[in-house]
């Protein structure tokens, strides 16, 4: 499942997801759930200087995976059970406009906004998080948590429609260009989770845990999707963390409330794992090239980057963003209308 705004989906996500994604996964007959929001322009902000978004490039994921599934089929039928290779996989779409989105959480947004504690300070607002700018960081932060719900629920509903159940699933941000490919069903030791007892996050950006992704069993998965916002108000009121000025702070909201739920009471194993590399871009072009890679393959997040990732003749350059936060803008020939986008003169690593 993809959630969030697809910025530069066109130009830098498509070809990582089809490399690193779909094509890794094809093999587990996956079915894909995306919801986005229709915006076609993102203003300067903390998430960077802003930029027109071409929304419905989302859109193209569908004949990508049906590229990829027409294309390797032949080479699944050696190996893989029949009901895979021969029921190709649903694809299935799910938007907002800023004004759906105020129509469903507006109330909820302006009681996150507005809520104080006796002392005066904000309930929910993370206030000793300095980075953080009132309220459009907040704000965000409900866009996205919206996000991962609407396309969970659109995913049960299609599940219910089609009488299909679930095993395994994934959450995607669909702003990314994923660095290494990413098997669901693999954990950070490179063995299969045969048992399916492990939910995986990124094992990088950890403030204190990382909350861009996560792969497991489907009743894990599902409480890191879907209970964000009925365990909020009771953790903001009775969390220490919360109540020390850190409020809805969403990583540590995940490391003190979900994960716990999820380990404790469900009996699920946490997996962390650095093959689960993504790097964040942005609405303009600009990719925040050390999102994941310090420490994880090469030592050089620019090199790693250019070999692996972009075409031959892109010329790039870094800019300083921020205090540990590098961007990277390149100009190459824009060659994503290749669904397959260079796949078989590129090994898959």
């Known amino acids: 499942m993809f959630f969030g705004l697809p910025r530069s989906f066109k130009r830098y996500v498509l070809p990582s997801v089809i490399r690193n994604v779909v094509l890794p996964n094809m093999k587990h007959g996956c079915d ?27 859109l193209l994921l569908e004949n990508a995976i049906q590229a990829i599934y027409n294309d390797t089929t032949m080479n699944l039928r050696k190996d893989t059970p029949a009901d895979i290779v021969n029921k190709p996989p649903s694809i299935s779409f799910i938007s907002d406009t800023n004004d ?97 007892e492990y939910l995986t996050i990124p094992d990088w950006a950890g403030w204190p845990v990382n909350d861009r992704m996560v792969s497991g069993p489907y009743e894990a998965v599902k409480v890191w999707a879907t209970e964000r916002f009925e365990r909020l108000t009771k953790y903001v009121r009775t969390n220490p963390v919360a109540r020390a000025g850190y409020g809805m702070h969403p990583e540590r909201f995940l490391k ?24 964040r871009v942005r609405a303009d072009g600009g990719v925040w090239i050390d999102d994941c890679v310090r420490g994880f393959r090469h030592s050089n997040a620019t090199d790693f980057f250019r070999k692996d990732i972009l075409p031959e003749d892109a010329s790039c350059k870094r800019i300083a963003l921020r205090k540990n936060k590098d961007q990277m803008y390149c100009n190459f020939t824009d060659r994503s209308d290749d669904l397959l986008w260079n796949l078989r003169e590129r090994p898959i690593r």
């Open 256 to 279: 003190n409330s979900l994960l716990p739920h999820i380990q404790e009471n469900l009996g699920y194993k946490l997996d962390m794992n650095k093959r689960f590399c993504f790097v």
């Open 32 to 58: 894909f759930f995306v919801h986005y929001y229709q915006i076609d322009k993102e203003e300067a902000g903390r998430s960077g200087h802003g930029g027109e978004i071409n929304a419905d490039d989302v």
């Open 100 to 196: 759906t989105f105020w129509d469903v959480r507006g109330e909820q947004v302006l009681k996150y906004r507005n809520t104080r504690r006796n002392n005066g300070h904000y309930l929910y607002y993370p206030q000793k998080v300095t980075t953080y700018v009132y309220p459009s960081t907040m704000d965000n932060i409900v866009k996205q948590w919206h996000s991962i719900n609407a396309v969970w629920e659109r995913m049960e509903s299609i599940s219910k429609e089609q009488e299909k159940t679930y095993d395994r699933v994934a959450m995607l941000r669909s702003d990314v260009i994923f660095l290494h490919p990413i098997d669901i069903y693999v954990t950070h030791n490179l063995t299969r989770d045969v048992n399916n």
